[in-house]
């Protein structure tokens, strides 16, 4: 499932992400600190903490907005680095669905942890999300 959704989207080909766990309003994603990921300080580059928390969050929203009546969009993205990011990152994306209107933003709150535990990056994304329209 994670190469169909990473060549679904191709720019997330270029962090080695995993989707570890999927359910409505609750994602988790992994990756691997490869030498590509790797800033000068030899620490996970802070946009490769960024597409990691995205490419949680997309996941998140598929399986959270219906796609039957509605689509969603990024809108933004704010983040803080809180610690040193070494190791295989894990992401957490998680989102209580409120109802749904024609149009609305949506924010998804995504903590970027190390194999310890740390919180290491904690972001928070917007989406908007509208209604489809009948054809």
């Given at each position: 499932?994670?190469?169909?959704?990473?060549l679904?989207a191709?720019?997330?080909?270029?962090?080695?992400?995993?989707?570890?766990?999927?359910?409505?309003?609750?994602?988790?994603?992994?990756?691997?600190?490869v030498?590509?990921?790797r800033?000068?300080?030899?620490?996970?580059?802070?946009i490769?903490?960024?597409?990691?928390?995205?490419?949680?969050?997309g996941?998140?929203?598929e399986?959270?907005?219906p796609?039957?009546?509605?689509?969603?969009?990024?809108?933004g993205?704010?983040?803080d680095?809180?610690?040193k990011?070494?190791?295989?990152?894990r992401?957490e994306?998680?989102?209580?669905?409120?109802?749904?209107?024609?149009?609305?933003?949506l924010?998804?709150?995504i903590?970027?942890t190390?194999?310890?535990?740390?919180?290491?990056s904690?972001?928070e994304?917007?989406?908007?999300v509208?209604?489809?329209?009948?054809?």
């Amino acid at each position: 499932m994670s190469r169909g959704y990473r060549l679904a989207a191709p720019y997330f080909l270029t962090i080695p992400a995993r989707l570890d766990h999927l359910e409505p309003g609750r994602a988790v994603a992994s990756m691997p600190a490869v030498p590509w990921t790797r800033n000068h300080l030899g620490t996970v580059h802070a946009i490769a903490q960024c597409n990691l928390a995205e490419y949680a969050m997309g996941a998140l929203a598929e399986a959270t907005i219906p796609d039957d009546t509605h689509r969603w969009i990024p809108r933004g993205m704010t983040v803080d680095y809180l610690a040193k990011a070494k190791g295989t990152l894990r992401a957490e994306a998680t989102l209580t669905l409120p109802p749904l209107t024609d149009q609305q933003e949506l924010g998804v709150a995504i903590d970027v942890t190390d194999g310890a535990g740390t919180v290491v990056s904690r972001a928070e994304i917007r989406f908007w999300v509208t209604a489809k329209r009948a054809a």
